[in-house]
């Protein structure tokens, strides 16, 4: 079975996702850097940055991820309750860091736990390095140091402090002071409790936190930002003046938005949103997933910016601005990616880049979606009873690829799973669960039954397999 989902190792506490997972990977980490180091430097001992969420297992794991660390002649820097992106800020800022392991399972249930890694440059592991240790754990190709040689720990407390300060040191903290804004952060008990009402306050903001206790029973809601958990937040933002709203999942990479009347704004035009404000400021190229709204490319048009499409997946999109040297980048579900930062999904970075344009352009969070292209987007997903996802996949790309002269399609992209192009205006995208047996169907057009007519195709393809 695979270890590594699309984002990292997940799985329920004690049951899928046990402590000799934690320390059995940890191990499995360590033979890989040990390797890389003894290309390089073989004397000095690789050092691994530890930190987890707010879940109640947190401890749990964290201290079979570090036994294994240290067993294996690592030095471990353990960081405390962080966000994710706040760990991989400090990755990317310690020479001596060789890599990271954040404890945490994002949005999911709170019965769930996950450990994710991260490379020295702060980056998420790329799927290649992940295939490497992977390999490691199935063979159990450990490394026991010496007893005088096995690791020492390190507790470090000041890991959210430069995360911060590294948002405030590039974000315009005069404009948004001046502003004075009301804010209602919505946290969940995640790890951004730990910083989101912290950094708006620090941005001259005043702030209502809910939800800004971190505990790993999420008393107020799930950790996933969806409309239905955040009612609460909308109906403060409705019942009083505040100008915007932040709400975040557990490991607060991730940031979506409520406007001044209570209504959300969808995380995609939130994307091109930003993406129209940095690319007013900033010139080079931008990168997204193949899944993410045309309003995007429209935009990209406009302000003549190069852009590159990806595989869905934060780490895909992560390791092609690093190659392009993009100024910007990110996917649907408020995974904003601001690389003057650093380069990986950023909720409190997002959240300041948010209030800067705000402050800039002195629009209401209501009219944030007034500056981006119309399009209509529905998706659906098919659950298979076939046993190959692959297998079931190429199926349907096959058949659907044969009835090009039915479906009269303009283009073909197998960037993700199958993607067809209508004449640049609209498509349909078929892709297989990174981690469920289902295939998804996406499509987008410009007009609510043309979009209905190209799912239909889709799940007319899909179910034939199915
Ligand atoms: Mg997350």
Partial sequence: ????????????????????????????????????????????????????????????????????????????????????????????????????????????????NGLKLIASDGTEFSRED???????????????????????????????????????????????????????????????????????????????????????????????????????????????????????????????????NGDFIDDEIMLAAVEKYVLHKEKGPVVTTVGTSLCFTDIAKDEEAEIYYTAIGSVDVGRKMAEVGAVYGGEGNGGIIYPRHQICRDGAMAAALVLEMMAHTGMKASEIKDTVPVYFNKKTKIRLSVPDLENAMAEIADKIIAASDLLEYSEIDRTDGLKLWFGGRAWLLIRPSGTEPIIRITAEAKSEEEVLKYLEIGKKYVSEIA
Avoid at 27 to 43: G, H, I, M, N, P
Avoid at 77 to 92: A, E, F, M, R, W
Avoid at 97 to 103: C, F, P, R, S, T
Avoid at 186 to 208: K, Q
């Fill in 130 to 260: 992940e295939k490497i240790v992977e390999k490691i754990y199935h063979s159990q190709k450990f490394i026991a140091a010496d007893w005088l040689k096995t690791g020492g720990i390190r507790f470090e407390n000041n890991c959210n402090e430069e995360y911060l300060t590294g948002i405030l040191a590039i974000i315009d903290r005069k404009a948004i002071e001046k502003k004075s804004f009301k804010i209602v952060t919505d946290t969940g008990n995640g790890a951004g409790s730990l910083t989101m009402p912290d950094l708006m306050s620090r941005l001259g903001c005043r702030v209502l936190a809910l939800g800004a206790q971190p505990d790993g029973t999420f008393p107020w809601r799930n950790p996933e930002p969806l409309p239905e958990a955040l009612q609460e937040a909308a109906a403060v933002m409705r019942e009083s003046a505040f100008d915007l709203g932040v709400a975040q999942d557990g490991d607060a990479d991730r940031a979506v938005f409520i406007d001044e």
């Fill in 1 to 112: 079975m695979a270890l590594f989902g699309t984002n990292g190792v997940r799985g329920i506490v004690n049951k899928e996702l046990t402590p000799e997972t934690a320390l059995n990977l940890a191990r499995s980490l360590a033979a890989f850097l040990w390797e890389r180091k003894s290309e390089t430097d073989c004397r000095t001992a690789p050092t691994v940055i530890l930190g987890t969420d707010t879940r109640i297992s947190g401890m749990m794991l964290k201290s079979a991820a570090a036994a294994g660390l240290l067993a294996s002649g690592v030095t471990v820097v353990d960081v405390g309750i962080v966000p994710t992106p706040s760990l991989q800020y400090y990755v990317k800022n310690r020479a001596e860091a060789d890599a990271g392991i954040i404890i945490t399972a994002s949005h999911n249930p709170r019965e769930y």
